[in-house]
Nanobody
Framework: EVQLVESGGGSAQAGGSLKLSCTAS????????MGWYRQAPGNECELVST???????YYSSSVKDRFTISRDNAKNTVYLQMNSLKPEDTAVYYC????????????????????WGQGTQVTVSS
């Protein structure tokens, strides 16, 4: 069974930083594409960033040059370093195992192409 457990969410001031972690189990992590999604109240679930099994990365335009995704295959863990945070980054952030890239979804759940964790809240105040 795929399990993804996020940690590291919380509150920050605008301009501050937070680092999210996600520990995975139940599948071959090294061979898997991983990612982070987020969903703010009233908004769709949107793709933030992905990292391939080969280390290649993708960032949405809204976070590019501010967020950095990385992975540690020895620890089955994927990270999201978030710098220069903005109030509009406030959302629940979901770690994901990405079988097929989905840019947006109604909810960060129940999709055959992506497995999502339970999510961790990030709140950025101005």
């Amino acid at each position: 069974e795929v399990q993804l457990v996020e940690s590291g969410g919380g509150s920050a001031q605008a301009g501050g930083s937070l680092k999210l972690s996600c520990t995975a189990s139940g599948f071959t992590f090294d061979d898997s594409n991983m990612g982070w999604y987020r969903q703010a109240p009233g908004n769709e679930c949107e793709l933030v960033s992905t990292i391939g099994s080969d280390g290649s990365t993708y960032y949405s335009s809204s976070v590019k040059d501010r967020f950095t995704i990385s992975r540690d295959n020895a620890k089955n863990t994927v990270y999201l370093q978030m710098n220069s945070l903005k109030p509009e980054d406030t959302a629940v952030y979901y770690c994901s195992k990405v079988n097929v890239v989905v840019m947006r979804a109604a909810e960060c759940s129940g999709n055959e192409y992506v497995y999502w964790g339970q999510g961790t809240q990030v709140t950025v105040s101005s």
